[in-house]
């Protein structure tokens, strides 16, 4: 009978020591035979206050293959980093436990597209950001920080850690479903309800303000970087992070180049929207005409990792700013049977799905 090892993550309380720990277990995993069947999701509780904010499952065939796995001389180095950067416990499991992906989630009332993307995208791809770009920053102890677009809250989270207890920050977003799940995150943070292009503070407010994957939704790109500068104190930190071009992420250019042949240019233009400022000349361009004297643009490198190809397709119909609402259920089931062949080379033995996906970072340092 199958095996399951159940890791319930309560609190991360080293990112780096996390990061150290997610480097090594995949193939650890793969190499005992156990594949993912859940990374990370919402937990909803009808009883008592326990609640991991990062679940995660992983199957064995039986459970001698599990227990060799958990007490092998690879994990073992592997599960102190867990232990000593996180608040968890791990679980065996018999049974069968249901993969939740977006298409589940979707199905259930209570789940905004908000929460399918704090559930799906933040574990799969944008977490990883929030060090990085506080680090381009350089967040200090003490300072005041803005995160604009802040979405569920994963950079102003990072800017927390940064900032410490004398420190103060603030995050802006135009979406109150992002929001209201960032607000779930942290009462030390002030979550408020504004536009970038319009930012309701008073000039040279802040020592940093940042900006994760937003910029290239602002209905006014010129205007929201101008402001963002507005409110930068002299010698301030501007750091804001775009998707690098679209080429540079295999994977999802596999599946650009699968939506256009099975559905045409618009669906597959939708996705293609995250992507259109991975340009670093066309970035140079935008912060001259924001008044952005002396940005820097460098490329970070960042990983793409979904518990399987029927996830990383469901957790994509699911959200609105690229196929949300695009795609039938005829269309999508066609959609996964074509791109388990065209991403077979992105799939390990264990069923994770992996890829590069890189970031441009604009950096500048008000005068």
């Known amino acids: 009978m199958a095996a399951y090892c159940f890791f319930d993550v309560r609190e991360i309380t080293d990112q780096a020591k996390v990061d150290q720990y997610v480097t090594g277990v995949f193939a650890t995993v793969e190499q005992y035979g156990g594949r993912y069947l859940v990374l990370g999701g919402k937990s909803n509780l009808v009883e008592g206050d326990w609640q991991p904010v990062y679940p995660v499952i992983v199957e064995f065939s039986d459970g001698e293959q599990a227990q060799r796995w958990y007490w092998s001389r690879e994990y073992e180095p592997l599960k102190a980093l867990r232990l ?44 990883q950001w929030g060090p990085v770009v506080a680090d381009a920053a350089q967040i200090a102890g003490g300072q005041q920080v803005l995160d604009v677009a802040c979405g569920t809250g994963v950079l102003a989270l990072a800017a927390l850690d940064c900032v410490g207890p004398q420190g103060k920050v603030l995050g802006i977003d135009a979406n109150p479903d992002m929001l209201s799940v960032a607000r779930r995150k942290s009462d030390r943070i002030d979550w408020r309800d504004a536009r970038a292009e319009a930012l309701p503070f008073p000039d040279a407010r802040f020592d940093a303000v940042v900006s994760q994957f937003g910029l290239m939704f602002f209905d006014d790109r010129v205007a929201g970087l101008r402001e963002m500068m507005r409110v930068l104190k ?20 596999a599946v650009a180049a699968l939506l256009e042949r099975l559905f045409g240019d618009g669906v597959a233009n939708a996705f293609r929207a995250p992507f259109v400022l991975g340009d670093p000349e066309l970035l140079y361009t935008i912060c001259a005409k924001a008044g952005v004297a002396n940005a820097s643009v460098k490329r970070h490198h960042g990983m793409v990792r979904f518990a399987s190809i029927e996830s990383l397709i469901s957790t994509e119909r699911a959200c ?31 069923g994770v799905v992996a890829f590069d996906m890189p970031a441009l970072i604009i950096t500048a340092t008000k005068n």
């Open 234 to 253: 002299p010698g301030g930190r501007l750091a804001v992070a775009v998707c690098d071009a679209l080429e540079r992420s295999p994977g999802y250019a």
């Open 84 to 127: 000593a950067g996180t608040r968890s416990n791990a679980v065996f499991l018999e049974g069968v436990i249901p993969r939740a992906d977006a298409a589940t989630i979707e199905r259930r009332e209570s789940k905004s597209p908000a929460e399918i993307y704090d559930a799906l995208f933040v574990p799969a791809l944008f977490r």
């Open 320 to 350: 609105v700013w690229t196929l949300g609402g695009l795609l039938d259920q005829a269309q999508f089931e066609q959609l996964v049977d074509e791109a388990e062949e065209a991403l077979q080379g992105f799939v390990s033995a264990n």
